[in-house]
């Protein structure tokens, strides 16, 4: 598998947001920068997320895609779009329930020419876990299928959380 990569360009008021590759937990903490960051970007109009190079996305980096497009909910027009042609990614954004959030399209899509690879954020292992958490609370808010899915994991790390750090 190809490591995860993430890559972004902000032109004309349009935000694209391109995972490569194996993405996984260990982007979170980048992909939690650009959710934030997004939530606050002027002269946004319209959020693409382009996941065709993308041949693996855990539910941790699939968590912070839902933050994305809550952190832009009613500043845009029209909901976030993720293109995505890989099968297997596909199914996890139809099975996790991204269609209630974003726009999910497999057509071709124009490249911005300046697409810049994203600093790798990094993130010490209490953060990692904090965001994890964080990922799968948001997916399970997306739906009941979710809800099911992932309510044990949630309540597994909040279980180890407060062993780890006692009052």
Do not use: W
Not at 57 to 63: E, F, K, R, Y
Not at 68 to 96: C, F, K, N
Not at 123 to 130: L, M, P, T
């Amino acid at each position: 598998m190809i490591e995860g990569r993430i890559k972004a360009a902000f032109d004309s008021g349009v935000f694209v947001l391109k995972l490569c590759g194996d993405v996984r937990l260990t982007l979170c903490a980048t992909l939690d920068a650009e959710a934030q960051r997004l939530a606050d970007l002027p002269g946004l109009r319209a959020v693409m997320i382009d996941l065709r190079e993308a041949t693996n996305v855990d539910s941790t980096a699939l968590g912070f895609l839902a933050k994305v497009a809550l952190a832009v909910r009613g500043r845009l027009e029209q909901p976030p779009t993720i293109v995505a042609e890989h099968p297997d990614v596909r199914r996890m954004l139809d099975v996790m329930g991204f269609a209630r959030y974003f726009t999910l399209v497999e057509a071709p899509l124009t490249e911005p020419a300046e697409l810049a690879e994203l600093p790798h954020v990094e993130a010490d292992e209490k953060a990692i876990q904090q965001r994890i958490l964080e990922a799968h609370r948001i997916l399970m808010h997306m739906s009941e299928h979710n809800r099911h899915e992932f309510q044990p994991l949630i309540e597994l790390l909040e279980s180890q959380h407060a062993k780890a750090s006692p009052h």
